[in-house]
């Protein structure tokens, strides 16, 4: 890997030992620090320069929210679920990891959407999260 960079001023790449290498079948993690410069989403992207033969240069999208840590947001891990290729009347289980990531409490309530073949299954249709706090479900 010849060059990471990162096109956005709130997020800074911390590993600066470029350029690096990496052996074959191996991955290696490249730091990125979000420091909040306003309230409300912020976006950059990454840029990564290699010598791979099908892609040179790739891109990563970035995006932290900043809070004034008085004002509710929610953490979604990821928010879409790709469930594999399931044979029809067996079943297959996946996870929403929700949370908080503000200073104040989070008040959670949940409802599925969609074809019958899904179920949802937590605590109950609504749950609180502390500040900083995470769950499962």
């Known amino acids: 890997m010849t060059e990471v960079g990162s096109d ?3 997020f800074e790449i911390q590993t600066k030992s470029f350029p690096f290498s990496v052996p074959a079948g191996v991955g ?3 730091l990125i620090r979000y420091t909040a410069s306003l ?3 912020e976006t950059g992207s990454v840029s990564i320069r290699s010598n791979s033969a099908d892609q040179p240069e790739a891109f990563v999208t970035i995006q932290a929210a900043g809070s004034d840590g008085q004002t509710p947001r929610i ?3 990821r928010e879409m ?3 594999p290729v ?3 009347g ?3 289980t996946s996870k929403i990891a929700i949370g908080n990531a503000s200073l104040v409490v ?3 309530e949940w409802e599925l959407n969609g074809q019958d073949a899904f179920s949802a299954t937590a605590s109950g249709p609504m749950f609180t999260l502390g500040g900083g706090d995470r769950v499962s479900s």
Do not use: N
């Open 81 to 83: 679920i790709g469930f």
């Open 28 to 30: 290696r993690e490249v």
């Open 39 to 41: 309230i409300g989403l």
């Open 86 to 88: 399931v044979a029809v």
């Open 90 to 92: 067996d079943t297959s």
């Open 8 to 10: 956005s001023e709130p």
């Open 106 to 108: 989070l008040d959670v």
């Open 75 to 77: 953490r979604l891990e």
